[in-house]
């Protein structure tokens, strides 16, 4: 079935830039994601991209998808404290009805 | 505001109880989801509903059931058959054109003792 894989944990000080990778098995997702989980709380809807497309920008966020590797990453420029949390690659199963999620990276930042 | 709203964000059963987790959207969404959140496990999908009176199992949906008689409802209940039942539980909702972009309630924590 499908599967979408992310590495566990990453740790960065303050300011630095943070990359989360991920990889995923279906390749005919029209959209991946990416969500952002705080403690406690729900999944928050960070960005997405378009399967045509090989880059998106969106303030400190870019987000870079391989489709030959199936691999997509997510970049956080100048990460700040407020920016730990879990964050979570996803794209849709292969029916198209709902989303596979991986298991989390927790970003841990140092100030 | 528009939005998706699960209750009670805390709740606590005894083992061998039935237990029913709310989950209301005002998004005018048609599609619902539940998804059970364990730490290092990711979000699993349990079920999955794409229009009323209608509704999918997901990957670990043993020991849980669904309904969905309005649009805007899709309540589960967790049952005594499921073997490890304490667990944070998120519902989530979104249109069924386009993209599956999910926007997610806030969670309930259920603990079994």
């Known amino acids: 079935g499908e599967d979408v894989e992310q590495s566990l944990f990453l740790s960065v000080r303050e300011g630095d830039s943070s990359v989360i990778n991920c990889t995923y098995t279906?390749?005919?997702?029209?959209?991946l994601y990416w969500y952002k989980q705080e403690p406690g709380a729900g999944l928050q809807l960070l960005t997405y991209i378009f399967s045509n497309m090989d880059m998106k920008q969106d303030q400190r966020l870019t987000v870079l998808l391989n489709k030959k590797d199936k691999h997509l990453s997510l970049r956080i420029a100048d990460t700040q404290t407020g920016d730990s949390a879990i964050y979570f690659c996803a794209d849709a199963n292969q029916a198209g009805t709902a989303l596979i999620f991986g298991k989390g990276t927790t970003l841990s930042v140092s100030s | 505001d528009g939005g998706i709203t699960q209750s009670p964000k805390y709740l606590f059963r005894k083992e061998g109880q039935n237990v029913t987790l709310s989950c209301e959207q005002n998004?005018?969404?048609?599609?619902m989801y539940w998804y059970r959140q364990d730490p290092g496990q990711g979000l699993r999908l349990i079920y999955y509903s794409q229009i009323v009176n209608d509704f999918q199992k997901g990957d670990i949906a043993e020991g849980y059931s669904v309904s969905r008689e309005k649009k805007e409802s899709f309540p589960l209940t967790v049952t005594s058959a499921q073997k490890n039942p304490t667990a944070f539980y998120l519902c989530?909702?979104?249109?069924?054109?386009?993209?599956?972009?999910?926007?997610f309630g806030q969670g309930t924590r259920l603990t079994v003792v």
């Open positions: 989530a909702s979104s249109r069924v054109d386009g993209g599956v972009e999910a926007f």
């Open positions: 279906d390749s005919s997702s029209t959209y």
């Open positions: 998004l005018n969404h048609d599609a």
